[in-house]
């Protein structure tokens, strides 16, 4: 019953106050006081407890918030906004959902390049972005979905390697990000550095990721996606992915979309939509240099959950960072 790396004094406390109250831990009052080195008496505690259960049971009931979910998207390391960006959230999230594109693959992309990042440089910088990231925001829980870019190594490898060889490897950089792991040899100086995978990195803090390679996950009632298809007008790729998904899975309420690099939202059919737009340096990326594109807008978003997976509007807040 000791304190979790991930939990505040207070969550601590409820944890145990729940437990004694419930029957789940063999310990008395004194010993739980003496736990969270508190200086009330035990039946002080007893009596506190039942009003700590009274106002967990307000906050996470049917009205109140049960499940926090902070939404990022379109990062695009080594373009991405500082860290700093997303500190008030701190304490603040029960799942980050990573919405796709967060590695850019400038090296492998399509487009014409002024200049060139090495691609393993990339992975290093959106390993530890990632890493940090976790570290400051503290979820419980992070969700990767696949974006776009992500599938650049994939058909960079497809175009570059023969059948025999593209069977060996990953489909996207997330793969060896999340999962399996990767070396970079300096093949000049002999040597080579481990980079173990992130869902190893974050086992003893008790935080889950989860990578499946697909280009959306369900959390609740709510379907976070990235797609690769793209509309030009405002809220369309999302009118569209609503039309899809109403044909695959009727149970959701939510589509928060990432790769437009829009932001808006609004609601039809009881259905609420969201263009969660970039949380990139857009004037950097120079495949927007002439192409007369329409304006990047910066920001993301942090969804309110009912205890049974409804989003709560009110409490549910688009941020523009424009």
């Known amino acids: 019953m000791k304190k979790l790396d991930n939990e505040t004094a207070f969550e601590y406390k409820l944890r145990l106050c729940k437990a004694k109250i419930n029957r789940e831990i063999d310990l008395d009052w004194q010993e739980i006081v003496d736990l969270l080195e508190l200086d009330i008496s ?5 009596k506190m407890a039942y009003g700590y259960i009274e106002y967990d049971n307000y906050i996470h009931g049917f009205d109140g918030v049960a ?8 990062l695009h390391i080594p373009f991405n906004l ?28 399509r487009f014409r390049k002024n200049y ?43 175009e570059q ?14 793969d060896l990000l999340i999962n399996d ?8 100086n002999k040597t080579e550095t481990w980079y173990s995978p992130l869902v190893e990195f974050f086992k003893d803090e008790g935080i889950e990721i989860s990578y499946t390679g697909d280009w959306w996950r369900k959390v609740g009632r709510t379907i976070f996606i990235h797609p690769l298809s793209y ?9 569209k992915a609503v039309d899809y998904f109403l044909r695959k899975d009727r149970d959701f309420d939510t589509i928060v979309l990432g790769h437009t690099h829009r932001l808006g939202s609004y609601i039809q059919g009881n259905i609420y939509m969201y263009e969660q737009g970039c949380c990139c340096r857009t ?31 009110n409490k549910t807040r688009l941020i523009d960072l424009d």
């Open 161 to 174: 390697l023969n059948e025999d060889l593209l069977n060996i490897m990953p489909d996207t950089a997330m």
């Open 67 to 74: 499940t926090r979910i902070l939404s990022i998207s379109d």
């Open 42 to 46: 035990p039946d002080h505690l007893r």
């Open 116 to 158: 060139r990042i090495p691609f393993v440089e990339e992975m290093i910088l959106t390993r530890q972005y990632i890493i940090d990231l976790i570290r400051m925001i503290k979820p419980k829980k992070v969700i990767i979905v696949k974006g776009n870019h992500e599938v650049r190594l994939g058909k960079y490898l497809s």
């Open 283 to 313: 004037e950097l990326l120079d495949y927007y240099d002439g192409f007369m594109t329409l304006p990047a807008q910066k920001g993301f978003i942090y969804i309110c959950q009912d205890k049974n997976g409804n989003i709560i509007p």
């Open 231 to 239: 509309s030009n007008g405002m809220l369309k790729t999302t009118e």
């Open 82 to 109: 500082p860290l700093e960006t997303f500190k008030d959230y701190f304490g603040k999230v029960d799942i980050l959902v990573l919405n796709g594109d967060l590695q850019d693959a400038q090296s492998i992309s």
């Open 181 to 188: 792991g990767f070396k970079n040899r300096d093949r000049l």
